[in-house]
């Protein structure tokens, strides 16, 4: 059975980063892309970007552009994010998810866990 | 940046209809999608591609869009399905995904 398996929870002070793992099993890794989105407390989800597990290519929401980085290692079937100069305002939880194509777009199918990440002084 | 925005709440009592919109400038060209979130719980896919139903889902839930709105509708809605539902889509490019704004749906 697919599942989306992530790391767990971080505890960050502001201006550190923090790089949340998501361990895939049950399919083929290569195949799907991968979204990463978080919800801040009170707050909606947020899109913040998706690679492509295949060839690693990545899109990236505008808004956190200057401070992702999305990366994938295939031996592992494991897809990382990374936030850098991390705020008070990025406490969320963090998801994963996966993309499943259909013939005319995509949705997400399959989500991890989320993981907390909490900044604080 | 593009928005989708959704109405912050809707209310119904058990068994009637719940209709909560999304309204987007490139909805005419982009499939709308919508999540339902529970507390703890990871979105749960209920609608997609604007009108098409995941297996799994139950019947009252159905979708239907036109010009730059996108509707949800639970109909004959059920306690169970108290939550918060976020619509989803991409701006016109296809390159960015977009949430909208989310909508608390209480049935009591």
């Known amino acids: 059975q697919v599942q989306l398996v992530q790391s767990g929870a971080e505890v960050k002070k502001p201006g550190a980063s923090v790089k949340v793992s998501c361990k895939t099993s049950g399919y083929t890794f290569t195949n799907y892309a991968l979204h990463w989105v978080r919800q801040a407390p009170g707050q909606r989800l947020e899109w913040m970007g998706w690679?492509?597990?295949?060839?690693?290519?990545?899109k990236c929401s505008q808004k956190f552009q200057a401070r992702v980085t999305i990366t994938r290692d295939t031996s592992a079937s494991a897809a990382y994010m990374e936030l850098s100069s991390l705020r008070s305002d990025d406490t969320a939880v963090y998801y994963c998810?996966?993309?499943?194509?259909?013939?005319?777009?995509?949705?997400?199918?399959?989500w991890g866990q989320g993981t907390l990440v909490t900044v604080s002084s | 940046s593009y928005e989708l925005t959704q109405p912050p709440s809707v209310s119904v009592s058990p068994g009637q209809t719940a209709r909560i919109t999304c309204s987007g400038d490139a909805l005419p060209k982009k499939y709308a999608y919508w999540y339902q979130l529970k507390s703890g719980q990871a979105p749960l896919l209920v609608i997609y591609e604007d009108n098409k139903r995941p297996s799994g889902i139950p019947e009252r839930f159905s979708g239907s869009s036109s010009g730059t709105m996108a509707t949800l509708t639970i109909s004959g809605a059920q306690v169970e399905d108290e939550a918060d539902y976020y619509c989803y889509s991409t701006d016109s490019s296809g390159n960015q995904g977009v949430f909208g704004t989310g909508t608390k749906v209480t049935v009591l």
């Open positions: 998810a996966r993309q499943f194509d259909t013939a005319k777009s995509y949705y997400l199918d399959y």
């Open positions: 690679i492509n597990a295949g060839n690693g290519n990545t």
